[in-house]
């Protein structure tokens, strides 16, 4: 039996917001820790019981003792599933023609299970986009472990159920800092980095799912060399089923903000080597048809623009370059633990710069952009640099906030340093 615990106020915001427009009751008595029933099986739940939900620890969490009326369906799934198969580019490209029928099959086989549809219906809430990204994530898993032969039902309907469900952990985060926009402080950082923790227990709580869900969606955001959270898993630490998850919602994501999502999302997967399994790469970037399409009117910033942010992030290399004696000094004077995390990060940022090598441009050559500012560049070449650049602020941000925070888990009279480090990394960004 688990601890009494408290019921998180950001879920419950999310619940009540619910209310409003849908019906929500108890499916069972809810009980306080210490034995008092707060309130019966068959209980509305609005406003008027907040207070008292707050007020005490429960002995069973609030999220398995819900359903919501109306919520979100196998049909809607469906009509989701099959809009996206004929809309979703980055999908289109993926799937397998032939296996069409058998995705469809799995959203329309959702579980009638109260707790994941209240789980989901609070999710998605009131945006449609929100339903959009699960069920896109949901049918590109689907379609990567087919593309891989890993297409048992059990693993397509596993592939389905961590597909609409590895973002539900958001459901605990202030919805301030999922919609913030811009870069995101640490202590915002921390919060996010929870979401898996939060929803592998929400779906661990669930009997009647197979493991395998649980554990995909709690390691979606590790990668395969170590630099990934919650865990910082390495390797064959990372089932299968989480490697595919993580790249199906990286699609996902950049299929919404991207004119270009298969060739952004072939630069994302390659950037850094060994971040990805080698055969989901390959997967994606199989369709050459479909990658060449989108470069035959790709729409691209003036050059002087895409220019500028080569100069800029050179000279930031090269910052970090003169700084590196005195880095690896004062590395030098700190426990080896530490002194191993930072040398992590320092591989991989250099990692992440040589993918601008990668797009054309030998950042050592000091000649080199003086052959970008007289010669002309072909807009396939542009675009893949225009990619490449916005692909490494991202990648850098990212682990500039990672190293910060692991500095502080496992050695925070050293954070300062890490502060410094970081902001060294991102002179270029």
């Given amino acids: 039996m688990t601890a009494p615990a408290d019921v998180n106020r950001h879920y419950l915001d999310r619940v009540m917001d619910a209310a409003k427009s849908q019906e929500i009751e108890a499916t069972e008595d809810i009980v306080a820790g210490n034995g008092m029933k707060l309130l019966s099986k068959g209980a509305r739940i609005d406003e008027r019981v907040r207070e008292r939900l707050l007020e005490y620890k429960l002995r069973k969490p609030l999220e398995s003792s819900l359903r919501v009326a109306g919520g979100v369906s196998s049909e809607q799934l469906a009509e989701a599933g099959l809009r996206l198969l004929e809309q979703h580019a980055t999908l289109k490209a993926v799937r397998l023609p032939a296996a069409t029928k058998s995705a469809l099959g799995c959203l329309s086989a959702f579980p009638s299970i109260d707790t994941l549809q209240t789980l989901l219906t609070l999710y998605c809430g009131q945006d449609p986009h929100k339903l959009d990204h699960a069920v896109a994530v949901s049918l590109l898993a689907i379609s990567l472990h087919q593309r891989l032969q890993h297409d048992h039902e059990t693993q397509l309907q596993a592939a389905m159920l961590s597909g609409l469900f590895h973002d539900v952990g958001e ?38 799912l197979h493991k395998s869900v649980a554990e995909a969606v709690l390691q979606h955001h590790e990668r395969l060399d170590g630099f990934g959270y919650p865990a910082g898993l390495k390797g064959d630490a990372i089932g299968r089923p989480g490697r595919i998850l993580g790249a199906s919602e990286l699609l996902a994501g950049i299929a919404e903000g991207s004119r270009t999502p298969l060739n952004s999302a072939c630069v994302a997967l390659k950037l850094v080597p060994d971040e990805f399994d080698r055969a989901l790469i390959d997967a994606v970037a199989s369709n050459r048809a479909a990658l060449a ?78 052959r970008l500012r007289q010669g002309e560049v072909s807009p396939a070449i542009q675009l893949e640099l225009t990619l490449v650049l916005r692909e490494i602020r991202w990648r850098l941000q990212e682990l500039g906030r990672e190293l910060t925070l692991r500095v502080q888990r496992t050695s925070a009279q050293h954070a300062d340093l890490a502060v410094e480090v970081v902001a060294i990394f991102n002179a270029g960004t």
């Fill in 171 to 208: 459901l605990y985060i202030d919805p301030a800092v999922l919609q913030s926009g811009g870069a995101l402080s640490l202590a915002e950082w921390k919060q996010v980095c929870v979401h898996p923790l939060v929803a592998h227990r929400l779906i661990s709580d669930i009997p009647q």
């Fill in 293 to 370: 399409a989108e470069l035959e009117a790709p729409v691209l910033p003036p050059w002087d623009d895409t220019l500028a942010q080569v100069e800029h992030l050179v000279a930031g290399m090269q910052r970090v370059d003169q700084l590196r004696p005195l880095l690896a000094a004062r590395l030098a004077t700190i426990d080896p633990a530490t002194r191993h995390t930072f040398s992590g990060a320092a591989f991989r940022y250099e990692r992440i710069c040589m993918a601008l090598i990668s797009a054309g441009v030998n950042t050592r050559n000091p000649d080199e952009l003086q």
